[in-house]
């Protein structure tokens, strides 16, 4: 499966942003995102189960919101009241069920203060 991620881009604090991932195919598994700020690893932001139910990381689920569209073969992340911290390339991720992960090639997301 290929994963294609968009939306990222430069927001002021405090502003909200909206990313998109769009699979090749249909996707059965579980889709998220996650994101690698610069000098750091690569941490969960969410996940969502074909059936809708959302698993966020530590801290995400105040400010980001993650759904899917099975029909568009999507997943999408609305994040609001963006902090500078929240700057780094964020990923679209599914794990297959042949245990191979897929990622999207990253779009950046920088937050100004």
């Known amino acids: 499966v290929q994963l294609q991620a968009s939306g990222g881009g430069l927001v002021q604090a405090g502003g909200s942003l909206r990313l998109s991932c769009q699979a090749s195919r249909s996707i059965a598994e579980d889709m998220g995102w996650y994101r690698q700020a610069p000098g750091k690893q690569r941490e969960l932001v969410a996940t969502?189960?074909?059936?809708?139910?959302?698993n966020y990381g530590n801290s995400m689920r105040d400010r980001f919101s993650i759904s899917r569209d099975n029909d568009k073969n999507t997943v999408s992340l609305q994040m609001s009241n963006l902090e500078p911290e929240d700057t780094a390339v964020y990923y679209c991720?599914?794990?297959?069920?042949?245990?191979?992960?897929?990622w999207g090639r990253g779009t950046l997301v920088t937050v100004s203060s």
């Open positions: 969502i189960t074909r059936g809708h139910f959302p």
């Open positions: 991720h599914v794990q297959l069920r042949t245990g191979v992960d897929a």
